[in-house]
């Protein structure tokens, strides 16, 4: 069954609510899964992650299926995942121990954490979002991690929200800094077709957003969609009409491989105008009608079960 991590910066999922320290409505504090995980220590239950997520493992070993691939985490990794992924099975030792910090997206785009609306930064931790970290990073990590933990769980006091703000701000810049290890681009200003691509991407990211028409976002961006398609080829090398197909499809390969509801349910949260439409849409860009994109995801998992 679906669960989302965040929707609009409100928590709302109650095993996820029972694991975390502290929660408000801009940030929560996990240090434990215990309540996530069954007896043979799996994640079991689909989780899909609307936020900025850091998971730092401190003891054990886990091995993640994030968007359909798998990842290995061991002590001193450090899990980044931006907005709007998929995590699916996922097994963990027994003596695993993390400490996770899970930022709302609203809160990100005030605060300028990292470039995480950077269309090559994005790509980067969507491909990599596992990265070792040496001693001292990793220290480092768990230093900021027990103030914010100290600053955040303790009775509330009148600049306790500053106080978070100067920390994000400060673990910014050395989260900057040990990034240069592992993604090198230069710092730059932002062109005026760079600010709007980044414009253009939050609002595709943005949380039960299905609409496939340039026209929209064009219009939301206060440009024509003309316009729009030259900066984004401009700037990723794709259409604007390839971009907004990749987060459409998206959405439907995740409703079609997780979601209980009919496909005529689905094509209609998906916001497609009927079934026939939604149905050659499909058969268009995934080979295959939608009935049979499920049998064939139904096939693959009866296959993983017997094996």
């Excluded at 978070?164 to 400060?170: G, K, Q, S």
């Excluded at 600010?195 to 939301?220: G, H, I, M, Q, S």
């Excluded at 860009?285 to 994109?293: I, M, W």
């Amino acid at each position: 069954m679906e669960k989302d991590v965040l929707e609009k910066g409100i928590w709302h999922n109650s095993d996820l609510d029972k694991n975390a320290a502290y929660k408000d409505d801009r940030i929560a504090i996990i240090d434990n899964i215990q309540g996530l995980k069954d007896g043979q220590n799996c994640l079991n239950d689909l989780v899909k992650v609307d936020a900025v997520l850091l998971v730092f493992c401190v003891k054990g070993k886990a091995s993640l299926c994030i968007n359909g691939d798998t990842y290995m985490i061991h002590p001193n990794d450090l899990l980044v995942c931006v907005p709007n992924i998929v995590f699916e099975r996922s097994m963990i030792s027994i003596d695993f121990e993390m400490r996770g910090v899970v930022l709302s997206p609203e809160y990100m785009k005030n605060m300028v954490l990292f470039e995480c609306s950077s269309w090559s930064f994005r790509s980067f931790v969507e491909k990599h979002p596992v990265l070792s970290l040496n001693e001292e990073e990793a220290k480092l990590f768990r230093q900021y991690y027990d103030l914010l933990y100290e600053k955040m769980t303790r009775a509330p006091r009148k600049h306790q929200k500053e106080l978070f703000d100067a920390l994000l701000e400060m673990f910014r810049y050395d989260f900057y800094d040990t990034m240069e290890r592992f993604y090198n681009e230069n710092p730059k200003t932002f062109s005026s077709s760079e600010v709007l691509f980044r414009n253009f991407l939050d609002l595709l990211n943005t949380p039960e957003n299905n609409c496939r028409k340039v026209a929209y976002y064009a219009d939301k961006l206060h440009v024509s969609p003309k316009y729009l398609s030259a900066v984004c080829k401009e700037v990723s090398g794709q259409t604007a009409f390839d971009l907004v197909n990749q987060y459409v499809l998206k959405n439907v390969k995740y409703m079609l491989q997780w979601s209980p509801k009919s496909i005529k349910e689905i094509a209609m949260e998906l916001d497609f105008p009927n079934l026939s439409f939604f149905g050659k849409y499909v058969k268009r860009y995934l080979g295959v009608s939608p009935k049979q994109y499920r049998e064939q995801l139904s096939s693959e998992k009866s296959s993983d079960t017997e094996a």
